[in-house]
């Protein structure tokens, strides 16, 4: 035998799954495990025999080591294992080494049994297995086909179970299995185990009173279910005969045990020779007794015998079916002959004698439970064959009661009665046993219907013969004629019965009704009717009233005991029939003859018994269920003073109160509480319980007391409930009852009670009675409810003194029949926890509103409830309260609602931090307490019998079975491990070590039993996501219960993410489960079969749930570095989709989006006519909640409810009953559109959730996985089919919620996409390249710009304007994307040239994109005006790159036709004041600003093309600048440095400044810059501008010299600068000269200052010391520093050069217009005297010559020193891997640490790209100094040594002409007059050499010969020769002219002979 327990455990499993499901694929499975277990089918229950070679192998397998089918190698065992395999062998008479592999799966098993050793868990397991294999028997012996029921099964497993259960049966089954209940007793199993000590606590000792039980009602079970589907032969029905006979006759109160019932059962079942349908339709050969006619007289001598049965009145219940059967056979064709038949009666005779009712009654339908609790499969259909082999409703009902003799037999029955009083009475028992058989219907089959006459035929049960039900009804007709008294008590128990639902007390009650003389009935039944009930009841009240003097409560009054009976009896049906119909209560009581409750309350104030007076309060709680009833009886119940609420006279004056004689209080404290019985005091709180269901009366006793419930509540509070457990009690669980009766009363007080302001506000009331002071209205019932709740009153330490009691009282009880027996505590307890959770739930409500009041009643102090239940519990001294609720969840074997409960109070009492840590520190005090607690929370997340619960899990309290309930504590402990997630509490029952957070987050998580580890929550949730993949497993959780596995893999997710969980569990998911692998490859699953396609919520959240822990487990393993993980994954996400060399299957990636329904339809919107539209929707929305978990935000359709039912009563005026009926249904449909919104939202949001889950693993797979692990190439055609995908996704749902996520993650990948290319490219060219020249690429630009197009076409819809920023984003990554040169080619030209592939393809997308023609260009340029912030951004970004490439202006001309153009000039001027508030300090929010930065750099890209200058002003774009003030608004520099000012999101002042200032100076250098007829007109308006706004410009320049520098205002200095020196000064402007002097002579001033300043190395290299001090360091390089000082320079130069020169006459002669430069050398010559370092802003001389010649050495020397580092550099970009590690570190960032090698060289080669380009423009920028320096030295050398005419004049400061600026390499001379700065006229030379004496010129001479030497020359030319060499296509050479130029002026002029002055 392979084992005794898993494969038992195993075929279970398979025949549940293929029977029990139905699952058609395990027809092969169940044949192949019945065949693997035949033998042990055929030989039942028999253990494998001990051997004495296995027993010795076994001994020696301590040294020898043993092989075990369970091991797969040769294993040493341990010597005490062995010792304990042998003792279990022993103990269960077994085989040695089935007891080996029994005692290893006992270990294996031990987590899940905390507290058990292995071999008492090898116990259990050994009887789990028989239990297992005889549950299988009873299941294959269910689904044979037969008489009774069908399992609808398919054909051949019908036919496989049918040919299998035949063997067994052959093979004398019921032999068999009669022996063995015969051979296993409980007693004798205990017995044996007890002497080998195989038993443990109290727990494992009813375990296994339960399997063996069980086991033994499963063999019974076998034997009833196959005699109800064929009837036993002969050998069969007289083995279970001779069975019978020895069971010892019971109690005769004691009803039949499970076994012997179902034994009896199966007995009668064969007692059948079936209807006539069942017969016609099965045949004859399914009934023996038929088929084989020595049956009946075999059967019929055997029940004749006198032999001695144990049980004699089963012997007479079996004559009594017998009988009926005689009477069936005798219409039996084939019965024909057989003497026997003629015996009927007498044995029917016989039968009543023996007592066959009194048993019946008793023994059967008094047991427990009429049907097994194994049922599992058949359900009512095994309900209904138990219900109809009953002796009751079989044979009395099936031809005693329906033949037709029953009329007569019923006479017979009663006339005997009438006759034989003092003997049994037979129809007295016969009437009980039918009521007690029909008051209840477990199952719902409704048989007792059928006594009752339907007059519509829509009632009629087809399958029934109409003769049947007319049979029954005239059953009951003829019992209600001429009844004599005896036996009217017993009628009316059985129309009790009859009545107990709905339809049939309706029935009853048109029955009763049609008897009344009143409503036009009478004659014999007139007794039976209510006429004559209410009659009797106003007659006694009448009666008694007068002959009571003084009201009594003892029984000695005027009512005899067998009226006593009668009324009791009446009343039991009145309140029957009002329980169960709405109708009849309604009808009752609205008849103003009867006066029911009129007549009630008048007997409770009259001497009657107390019995009774219990039962009228019954009564009267059952009228009281209907709301209008019960708000007219609260009146009642007042006026009747049946509780005394009237204080006397002297009460009133403040004297102590009396009690009246007769109230309810009297009746308790003074009758009950002495005879320890309490019926009367729990009947009245069972009325209370109903009349508080509806709103209390507010006027409730006015006029004679302070109206309110007060009186009641401390009747309640302080009488009843406060003092229950100090009362003696006959009965024990009556005092639990009293206790549950009013804590239901509470309940409800609490949990309908709304808080409100009122509650806190003290009101009088004022008595009418004179000299009475106004008494204080005390609040709401409810109010005082929480007040007692939140304080530490008497009522909660009850309450918790309750639940301490019932958790340490039911903690010990495991035995089933001690479990019934508490059942009382049970609720008891139950109610106390629902009271504590709905006080927990509305705590913080109330809270708030008593710290709002500023009138709380008597000043009260309110705790939190979370606080008072960590108080001391005086019990046990210690803060366990709330460990007693968490107990409560390891207490569901009494009932599954109180671990429910206990949850729910864990999840509001675990929101506060301190809360769950003291609860875990108080649980793990206590080790037992602390495995309870987690082993009861294990056990409910692992419950698996759901079969009763329906497929969509329940969301409210109406539970209708136990399933329900245990879902629902499934789904609220993964709520609760989910909201407290960061809490103690979860962190414990997940299995982390909660001692401290360093250990939570140290902690290991092991499989349970591993090191001693439990089994813990993860666990059970891991089972649950990974068992229900197993085919063989009976529950798949992914659909049959959604909503509990979303909330499984939330918590999972949770786990993953959380900073203290994710290592540990992301590590034990990974390595003990390979949970991400085994789980993706599941995704996508299929919808249901039941949807038709559609997808349930919950399995979208499943799924999107489990992508995001992909996503983070991947992310993790990326960081990690382990590989093998992520590239498992990886391959599993991206190439699962190509299977079997299917190219054309989709990826993994991409199946996932199936799911995604990317067309949801938009909720439906309100339609109204009686209510406001927009009031309404703002209503709607005030109802909205989110659901935590999911983030869906949803309308509470009950809340909404009522507030529009708030709305209908509150009407203004008395509104008709048309228009109520009107407002009411309008109300409905609001409700059912408000439903169906809610539906489509959610739906529509489950969507979007898996849409963010999938782009989340998608960045994360294809975004942040390194190269090494995914090719660029792999990535890029990755990236290219998720987009066409993505895209055509959306192409036709372009109004769906989900085109905005879409399109943002379609520009996500897009500019990755961009990134990825840009990299592939620059490492190796050819693959990416192939790609991007295939379709794909203009397939997304067809589709992105299609999407706008749609876009645009529904810009009414929301999010529109988002919609087409994500587009515009797209396109415009699109663009850069076909317009980036691989690195190696961009040497060549900024732009790809036009001929290649490159420009190509850049020209071939431009022109798909040019094919959309004026549409896309009018909705693009449109948003570019007019859209949102973000999409005019964007939108104006797209055309900036669209402008760039459009060579033909088409664009560009677009919107000069259109005016989009001039509307962007003028929105400028439009915006001023917004960007003037920019400028504020705390400014509103600054979208103005980005927009304006966008608007510029449109512009300038605009102002670069000649086209768009020329357009650009011709619209005069500058006069809009012009009025602009926000230039003039330039801040003051900040006091401190920047880096020493705090940091904040907001930009400084003075940075927002710049961002408004330097767009601006960048438009104006493009527009001053670009060639073209329109540039003088340019210029000159740049020139007005600068003009307009000099002051700003003199800030700028004049600022720029001091110690606080940083690189924005040196890169403004730099755009300033660049302005000012390209306008340049000449002759064009000498009419502005003459008004604008001032302020150009201010600007020229500043300039020149900056020459001395910027015109020096070590200024540079203070610059760059300086801003890399006050910068990050890793924001800013000194390489770009030093690139802009250079630039500074080239700019100061260049307007030096302009302003010495001018711009006129065709000859361009040498003459200067401007000497700078003084004609002094002496700063070449000495440099220690050069003051060019400090700052000069204040020097007013001018500076020298001597500056320009050591600025040009400078530069020279600089140069050649930056061009052999540019070499060095350019060879280590060739070749990145021949780089030192010690190279690699220097060129890596900080972050760069800890990558690997193929990274670190990738950044080293970025870097190093990025410094070469750094040092080639800095190449560029000194030799273009050293030029214009070099113009600048000859042009005033020429002019000294050959034009000077020294004088003795003092120097003047001559402003230069402003000219247009010449070119910049002109080396011809110029006009020989300049511009005077005063005047405007031109200057001749000798104005010009005012100030030079001669001596300064002789001294030039000297000192030129020296420093200008041919070392000097040499260095420049050699400068040049470097740069002409690096640049192979420049030839044209200016340095070397002007060297020349140079050489030849210093050769002539310089060596002539000195002039000697005296």
Request: glycine letters at 6%; aromatic letters at 6%.
């Given at each position: 035998m392979p084992g005794l327990w898993a494969p038992f455990k195993e075929l279970a499993c398979v025949i549940t799954a293929a029977i029990g499901q139905k699952r058609p694929e395990m027809f092969y499975v169940l044949d192949s495990v019945l065949k693997k277990h035949k033998p042990d089918f055929f030989s039942l229950l028999q253990n494998p025999a001990r051997n004495p070679a296995q027993r010795t192998a076994l001994q020696k397998a301590p040294t020898d080591g043993i092989t075990i089918s369970s091991l797969p190698n040769?294993?040493?065992?341990?010597?005490?294992?062995?010792?304990?395999?042998?003792?279990?062998?022993?103990?269960?008479?077994?085989?040695?080494?089935?007891?080996?592999?029994?005692?290893?799966?006992?270990?294996?098993?031990?987590?899940?049994?905390?507290?058990?050793?292995?071999?008492?868990?090898?116990?259990?397991?050994?009887?789990?297995?028989?239990?297992?294999?005889?549950?299988?028997?009873?299941?294959?012996?269910?689904?044979?086909?037969?008489?009774?029921?069908?399992?609808?099964?398919?054909?051949?497993?019908?036919?496989?179970?049918?040919?299998?259960?035949?063997?067994?049966?052959?093979?004398?089954?019921?032999?068999k299995i009669l022996n063995l209940l015969s051979s296993i007793s409980v007693d004798r199993e205990l017995d044996k185990l007890d002497r080998g000590r195989a038993i443990g606590k109290t727990w494992h000792r009813q375990q296994l009173v339960s399997m063996i039980e069980e086991q033994r009602l499963c063999l019974a079970e076998c034997l009833f279910y196959w005699a109800c589907q064929n009837p036993f032969p002969k050998d069969a029905i007289m083995a279970i005969i001779e069975y019978l006979k020895g069971i010892k006759k019971p109690d005769e109160k004691k009803p039949l045990d499970p076994v012997t019932l179902a034994l009896f059962f199966s007995l009668v079942a064969s007692f059948s020779v079936g209807s006539d349908v069942a017969a016609e339709a099965m045949g004859n050969e399914h009934y023996p007794l038929v088929k084989d006619h020595t049956l009946l007289p075999t059967v019929h001598n055997e029940l004749q015998k006198d032999s001695e049965w144990g049980c004699p009145q089963m012997l007479a219940a079996l004559k009594f079916a017998w009988g009926v059967l005689l009477r069936e056979c005798t219409f039996t064709a084939e019965s024909d002959g057989l003497s026997q038949l003629e015996e009927d009666e007498a044995f029917v005779d016989q039968a009543l004698l023996g007592g066959a009712l009194p048993f019946l009654q008793v023994c059967v339908v008094g047991a427990p439970s009429h049907l097994p609790q194994e049922v599992k499969f058949v359900g009512g259909a095994c309900g209904g064959a138990f219900q109809v082999s009953t002796i009751p409703s079989n044979a009395t009902g099936g031809d005693q009661l329906h033949s037709p003799t029953c009329p007569k037999r019923s006479r017979e029955l009663r006339k005997s009665t009438d006759e034989i009083a003092r003997e049994p009475w037979d129809f007295e028992d016969l009437m009980r046993l039918v009521g007690d058989m029909y008051s209840s219907d477990p199952h719902q089959l409704n048989l007792l219907s059928e006594f009752w006459n339907h007059p519509d035929s829509q009632y009629r049960r087809l399958q029934r013969a109409p003769q049947r039900q007319v049979s029954l009804f005239k059953f009951i007709t003829i019992c209600s004629s001429l009844l004599p008294a005896p036996l009217f008590a017993s009628f009316m128990h059985m129309l009790c019965?009859?009545?107990?639902?709905?339809?049939?007390?309706?029935?009853?009650?048109?029955?009763?009704?049609?008897?009344?003389?009143?409503?036009?009935?009478?004659?014999?039944?007139?007794?039976?009717?209510?006429?004559?009930?209410?009659?009797?009841?106003?007659?006694?009240?009448?009666?008694?009233?007068?002959?009571?003097?003084?009201?009594?409560?003892?029984?000695?009054?005027?009512?005899?005991?067998?009226?006593?009976?009668?009324?009791?009896?009446?009343?039991?049906?009145?309140?029957?029939?009002?329980?169960?119909?709405?109708?009849?209560?309604?009808?009752?009581?609205?008849?103003?003859?009867?006066?029911?409750?009129?007549?009630?309350?008048?007997?409770?104030?009259?001497?009657?018994?107390?019995?009774?007076?219990?039962?009228?309060?019954?009564?009267?709680?059952?009228?009281?269920?209907?709301?209008?009833?019960?708000?007219?009886?609260?009146?009642?119940?007042?006026?009747?003073?049946?509780?005394?609420?009237?204080?006397?006279?002297?009460?009133?004056?403040?004297?102590?109160?009396?009690?009246?004689?007769?109230?309810?209080?009297?009746?308790?404290?003074?009758?009950?509480?002495?005879?320890?019985?309490?019926?009367?005091?729990?009947?009245?709180?069972?009325?209370?319980?109903?009349?508080?269901?509806?709103?209390i009366p507010g006027n409730l006793g006015t006029g004679h007391r302070v109206p309110g419930f007060q009186p009641y509540l401390e009747f309640l509070r302080d009488s009843v409930f406060l003092k229950f457990d100090t009362r003696a009690y006959s009965d024990p669980n009556e005092k639990w009852q009293v206790a549950t009766l009013v804590l239901e009363i509470f309940y409800k007080l609490l949990a309908s009670h709304v808080i409100s302001d009122e509650d806190f506000v003290v009101r009088t009331y004022p008595f009418s009675t004179p000299g009475v002071p106004p008494g204080v209205l005390p609040g709401a019932p409810g109010y005082t409810l929480f007040v007692h709740m939140m304080t530490q009153s008497p009522l909660l330490k009850k309450l918790l003194a309750i639940l301490d009691e019932g958790v340490a009282t039911m903690s010990a009880i495991f035995e089933p029949r001690a479990i019934t027996e508490k059942i009382e505590l049970t609720r008891a307890t139950l109610c106390t926890l629902k009271l504590l959770l709905s006080t927990l739930a509305k705590e913080e409500e109330f809270l708030e509103h008593l710290r709002q009041s500023s009138q709380s009643q008597s000043c009260m102090v309110a705790s939190s409830l979370t606080e008072l239940l960590q108080?001391?519990?005086?019990?046990?001294?210690?803060?366990?309260?709330?460990?007693?609720?968490?107990?409560?969840?390891?207490?569901?074997r009494f009932t599954p609602e109180l671990s429910l409960e206990a949850v729910r109070i864990l999840y509001w009492v675990c929101h506060s931090p301190k809360a769950s840590r003291d609860l875990v520190t108080t649980i793990l005090g206590d080790k037992d307490v602390s495995m309870e607690i987690l082993q009861g929370f294990v056990e409910h997340l692992e419950w698996e019998e759901f079969d009763s619960v329906p497929v969509t899990e329940v969301q409210e309290d109406g539970f209708s079975s136990v399933g329900q309930v245990h879902c629902a504590v499934q789904l609220d402990i993964l709520k609760l491990l989910a909201s407290s997630i960061n809490m103690s509490i979860s962190h414990f029952l997940l299995g982390f070590d909660v001692r401290s957070r360093k250990q939570t987050k140290e902690t290991t998580l092991q499989d349970p039993g591993v090191l001693g580890s439990s089994r813990t929550c993860l666990h059970s949730i891991l089972s649950l996501v990974e068992h229900s993949r197993d085919p063989l497993h009976l529950q798949d959780y992914h659909y049959q219960f959604p909503k509990l596995a979303e909330l499984c893999y939330h918590v999972l997710h949770l786990m993953c993410c959380h900073p203290d969980l994710s290592t540990s569990t992301l590590r034990y998911l990974r390595n003990n489960h390979d949970f991400f692998h085994v789980q993706l490859s599941h995704l996508p699953v299929a919808p249901p079969l039941d949807t038709h396609g559609e997808w349930p919520v919950s399995l979208l959240h499943q799924q999107a749930e489990l992508l995001q822990m992909v996503a983070v487990e991947m992310r993790v393993t990326s960081l990690t570095q382990l590989r093998s993980h992520s590239q498992r994954l990886l391959a599993l996400v991206l190439d699962e989709g190509v299977v079997g060399g299917e190219q054309g299957a989709l990826r993994k990636v991409l199946r996932l989006l199936e799911a995604v329904d990317f067309g949801c339809p938009p909720p439906a919107p309100l339609r109204v006519v009686e209510f406001d539209q927009k009031a309404l929707e703002r209503t709607v929305e005030s109802c909205e909640v989110v659901e935590y978990w999911t983030g869906f935000r949803y309308t509470d359709v009950r809340g909404l409810r009522a507030v529009l039912m708030e709305e209908l009563n509150s009407f203004s005026g008395t509104p008709t009953a048309a228009q109520r009926q009107s407002l009411i249904e309008e109300i409905h449909s609001i409700l059912e559109t408000v439903v169906e919104r809610n539906r489509c939202l959610e739906v529509a949001h489950a969507h979007s959730t898996l849409f963010k889950a999938w782009r989340q693993l998608v960045e994360v797979t294809l975004i942040t996985l390194g190269q090494d692990l995914m090719p660029l190439e792999h990535k890029v055609l990755i990236l290219f089919e998720i987009l066409q995908e993505l895209l055509l996704k959306v192409e036709r749902n372009q109004s769906s919620d989900l085109v905005g996520s879409v399109h943002g993650t379609v520009l996500m990948l897009i500019s990755h996409l961009k990134a990825t290319v840009s990299l592939a490219t620059g490492q190796q060219s050819d693959p990416v390249l192939t790609v991007l020249y295939s379709g794909p690429l203009h397939a997304i630009l067809k589709g992105l710009a299609e999407s706008i197009l749609l876009s645009s076409s529904s810009s009414s819809l929301p999010g529109v304007q988002r919609v087409r920023a994500y587009l515009y984003g797209s396109l415009l990554s699109f663009l850069h994307l076909t317009s980036e040169r691989p690195a190696h080619n961009r040497a060549a030209g900024s732009l790809w040239e036009p001929h290649s592939r490159e420009g190509l393809l850049r020209d071939e997308s431009f022109s798909l994109l040019n094919s959309f023609g004026e549409p896309l260009m009018e909705t693009?340029?449109?948003?570019?005006?007019?859209?949102?912030?973000?999409?005019?951004?964007?939108?104006?970004?797209?055309?900036?790159?669209?402008?760039?490439?459009?060579?033909?202006?088409?664009?560009?001309?677009?919107?000069?036709?259109?005016?989009?153009?001039?509307?962007?000039?003028?929105?400028?001027?439009?915006?001023?004041?917004?960007?003037?508030?920019?400028?504020?300090?705390?400014?509103?929010?600054?979208?103005?600003?980005?927009?304006?930065?966008?608007?510029?750099?449109?512009?300038?890209?605009?102002?670069?093309?000649?086209?768009?200058?020329?357009e650009l002003v011709n619209l005069n774009v500058l006069v809009h600048f012009n009025e602009c003030r926000f230039i003039d608004q330039r801040p003051e520099a900040p006091p401190l440095p920047l880096h020493s000012q705090p940091t904040s999101f907001v930009p400084s002042v003075m940075s927002r400044y710049h961002q408004l200032?330097?767009?601006?100076?960048?438009?104006?250098?493009?527009?001053?810059?670009?060639?073209?007829?329109?540039?003088?007109?340019?210029?000159?308006?740049?020139?007005?501008?600068?003009?307009?706004?000099?002051?700003?410009?003199?800030?700028?320049?004049?600022?720029q010299q001091g110690s606080m520098l940083d690189l924005t205002a040196l890169n403004e200095l730099q755009l300033v600068t660049a302005v000012i020196g390209k306008c340049g000064v000449g002759h064009d402007w000498t009419n502005q000269m003459s008004s604008l002097a001032g302020g150009l002579m201010r600007i020229h001033r500043l300039m020149v200052s900056l020459l001395p300043y910027y015109c020096s190395h070590a200024t540079w290299k203070q610059l760059v010391g300086m801003v890399t001090a006050e910068e990050n360091k890793d924001s800013v390089s000194s390489e770009e520093v030093f690139i802009v000082a250079q630039k500074v320079c080239c700019n100061v130069v260049d307007y030096a050069r302009a302003a010495m020169t001018t711009g006129g006459g065709p000859d361009h002669s040498a003459t200067i217009s401007c000497v700078l430069l003084t004609p002094d050398l002496t700063e070449a010559i000495f440099p220690a005297r050069s003051t060019s370092g400090g700052d000069t802003s204040s020097n007013l001389s001018r500076p020298s010559l001597g500056l320009l010649v050591r600025h040009i050495r400078e530069c020279t020397e600089g140069y050649l020193a930056t061009f052999e580092s540019y070499q060095a550099q350019n060879k280590k970009v060739g070749a990145p891997g021949a780089m030192s590690a010690e190279e690699l570190r220097q060129l890596l960032p900080d972050s760069g640490v800890g990558i690997s090698t193929t990274q670190q060289q990738l950044v080293a080669r970025k870097t190093l790209e990025t410094l070469v380009q750094h040092k080639k423009l800095q190449l560029e920028l000194y030799i273009y100094i050293i030029e214009n320096c070099l113009y600048i030295l000859w042009k005033h050398l020429s002019f000294y040594l050959e034009q000077c005419k020294p004088g003795d004049l003092e120097p003047d400061i001559v402003l230069p002409g402003l000219t247009s600026r010449p070119a910049m390499r002109r080396l011809q001379g110029v006009n020989e007059t300049s511009l005077s700065a005063t005047t405007g006229q031109r200057l001749g030379s000798a104005e010009l050499s005012e100030g030079v004496r001669l001596a300064d010129i002789e001294r030039l001479k000297t000192n030129a010969t020296k420093c200008l030497t041919e070392t000097f020359f040499k260095t420049i030319l050699d400068a040049e020769e470097a740069h002409q060499a690096s640049n192979t296509g420049l030839k044209i050479s200016f340095i070397e002219a002007q060297v020349r130029r140079l050489r030849r002026l210093l050769k002539l002029k310089a060596t002539q002979p000195q002039l000697h002055v005296s």
């Open positions: 040769v294993h040493i065992l341990p010597q005490d294992f062995v010792d304990e395999a042998l003792i279990l062998s022993d103990i269960l008479d077994l085989n040695e080494m089935s007891a080996a592999e029994l005692l290893l799966a006992g270990e294996q098993q031990l987590p899940r049994f905390p507290g058990l050793t292995r071999g008492l868990v090898a116990v259990l397991l050994y009887h789990d297995g028989r239990r297992n294999l005889v549950s299988s028997l009873r299941s294959l012996i269910q689904a044979r086909e037969g008489v009774s029921w069908t399992l609808e099964l398919s054909p051949t497993v019908a036919s496989l179970v049918m040919s299998f259960t035949d063997q067994l049966f052959e093979d004398n089954l019921v032999a019965g009859l009545s107990n639902s709905p339809e049939t007390a309706h029935h009853c009650f048109n029955f009763l009704k049609a008897n009344s003389p009143s409503l036009g009935g009478g004659g014999p039944s007139a007794a039976i009717s209510l006429d004559h009930f209410f009659w009797s009841l106003q007659t006694y009240y009448l009666g008694l009233r007068k002959d009571g003097g003084v009201r009594q409560t003892a029984t000695g009054c005027a009512i005899s005991p067998l009226e006593l009976e009668g009324l009791r009896a009446v009343l039991k049906l009145i309140r029957t029939m009002a329980t169960q119909s709405e109708g009849a209560r309604v009808v009752m009581y609205e008849n103003q003859t009867w006066l029911p409750v009129a007549s009630l309350f008048g007997l409770l104030g009259c001497a009657i018994p107390r019995i009774l007076k219990a039962d009228i309060l019954l009564t009267l709680a059952a009228f009281a269920i209907s709301p209008e009833i019960a708000g007219s009886m609260w009146l009642t119940v007042e006026i009747s003073q049946i509780l005394n609420t009237v204080p006397s006279s002297l009460a009133l004056h403040g004297g102590p109160s009396s009690k009246q004689e007769g109230s309810i209080q009297v009746e308790l404290e003074e009758i009950e509480s002495k005879a320890e019985e309490y019926p009367l005091t729990r009947a009245f709180l069972t009325l209370i319980e109903k009349l508080v269901s509806v709103p108080g001391i519990n005086p019990r046990t001294e210690k803060e366990d309260h709330l460990v007693n609720v968490a107990r409560c969840v390891a207490l569901s693009v340029c449109r948003d570019a005006c007019n859209g949102q912030e973000v999409c005019r951004m964007l939108s104006l970004a797209l055309l900036d790159a669209i402008v760039t490439f459009d060579r033909e202006g088409r664009w560009l001309r677009f919107m000069v036709a259109k005016g989009y153009l001039q509307k962007l000039c003028a929105s400028v001027q439009w915006e001023d004041e917004a960007l003037q508030r920019m400028l504020l300090p705390s400014p509103e929010p600054l979208k103005a600003l980005y927009v304006y930065e966008s608007k510029m750099a449109f512009l300038t890209r605009v102002a670069q093309s000649s086209l768009g200058c020329r200032l330097v767009p601006l100076f960048k438009f104006l250098s493009a527009l001053v810059s670009t060639p073209g007829p329109s540039q003088r007109d340019a210029t000159t308006q740049v020139f007005q501008l600068l003009a307009q706004h000099s002051e700003v410009l003199s800030r700028v320049l004049k600022g």
